[in-house]
């Protein structure tokens, strides 16, 4: 047999097959046809020599952003760097998503979920059953897998919430929540309460790292209130993320952040909820700024973040240091009674914000046996 392709001298690493040595791996048509130690190299097309490299299944990454709109089309690159190859882009635009990855995102898998954006694709706040019902389901007709609810950027009213909620429910829509309604904020209380809106119903709650902040009391404290809530509900699904920075948008109107999660870090941060506030958070190094470097994002700060913050009408994702480690650890590693975790899955909430740290932290739990 003529291979197509021949991977000579890799650590071949496959968890499924309890396989992890020095390998050649031989590719015909798309798919692995054998795995050796040795592989007359004649038999292939196209030879290389992955000397020093690690041959290993592709990750899933369950929450990445990658449109124009939020993280930007350079996190595919930075995704395949990492070895993502599959992952759930969690705002969307769709349309965005289907033009970028035609062009940049080859060979990844891409599912989106469509952010309601209340002024840009929903009429208000507090729609009527009628327009979710019918942004449901154009959303899904076009391709989008589910919709997402961006409660602590962009809050709905509870009553607004649970509608889509229980809309998505019946019409199979996989729904996600980043918790938060015009009664609550990102934090333990709009756990809580986002706990209460779904009721029995099925609700991936996003990165539940980010409500255990310290905003309501100790976060360990909060983290505990959170796992409780979490065993009593089987139908809610949760994830949640290794990097220390968080990701929101920078952008302003009216002297003030658009995001109610911008807001509520510059106050953990002891600056102003205001433009200027963020101003000097960038400038002291608090607040980050991803810019795209080298066909890459990266996070710059200091006089020349705060200058390309400035430049780009503030219009572009800032980072915060608000995740405490202790929280991140727990939630990667707790499980209940019976062995199993607490927390569903571990995410990034990355593709082009630059904290695609799942395979590096993530690796070194597996290390610690934790």
């Known amino acids: ?71 930007g089309s350079a996190g595919y690159r930075m995704m395949a760097k990492v070895g993502v190859i599959t992952a759930v882009d969690f705002a969307g635009p769709l349309e965005d998503i289907i033009n970028s990855i035609n062009v940049e995102g080859v060979g990844l898998n891409v599912a989106v979920l469509e952010a309601f954006r209340p002024g840009i694709n929903l009429s208000s706040n507090n729609p009527s059953s009628e327009e979710i019902e019918k942004f449901i389901q154009q959303v899904l007709k076009n391709g989008a897998i589910g919709i997402k609810i961006l409660g602590g950027h962009y809050p709905l009213t509870p009553e607004a919430t649970a509608k889509i909620i229980e809309i998505a429910n019946n019409g199979r829509a996989y729904i996600a929540f980043h918790v938060g309604t015009t009664n609550s904020k990102s934090d333990l209380n709009g756990f809580k309460e986002a706990i209460a809106l779904a009721g029995d119903k099925a609700l991936h709650i996003a990165h539940i790292n980010s409500y255990c902040r310290g905003l309501i009391g100790n976060p360990l404290d909060e983290l505990k209130e959170v796992f409780s809530l979490l065993e009593e509900k089987d139908k809610i699904v949760s994830a949640s993320y290794l990097s220390p920075i968080n990701g929101t948008s920078g952008k302003c109107t009216g002297n003030k952040p658009e995001s109610n999660v911008t807001n509520n870090c510059l106050r953990m941060g002891q600056y102003p909820p205001t433009e200027e506030g963020l101003h000097q958070a960038i400038k002291d190094g608090f607040a980050r700024v991803s810019v795209n470097v080298d066909k890459e994002n990266i996070l710059l700060t200091g006089i020349k973040g705060a200058q390309y913050w400035r430049e780009a009408n503030t219009d572009l994702t800032v980072s915060f240091p608000v995740n405490f480690p202790q929280v991140q650890f727990l939630c990667a590693t707790s499980k209940d009674q019976y062995g199993k975790f607490l927390v569903d899955a571990l995410c990034t909430d990355g593709g082009g914000i630059p904290r695609n740290v799942t395979v590096e932290k993530g690796l070194l739990l597996v290390k610690l046996g934790a």
Do not use: C, T
């Open 1 to 71: 047999m003529i291979y197509d392709l021949l991977l000579k001298g890799a650590r071949v690493v496959d968890p499924h097959n309890n396989m992890d040595k020095i390998s050649d791996l031989a590719i015909k048509s798309g798919r692995i046809a054998q795995v050796k130690s040795e592989i007359n190299p004649a038999q292939a097309s196209k030879v290389f020599d992955l000397s020093g490299k690690i041959i290993m299944p592709g990750i899933i990454d369950p929450h990445v952003h990658l449109s124009s709109w939020i993280g």
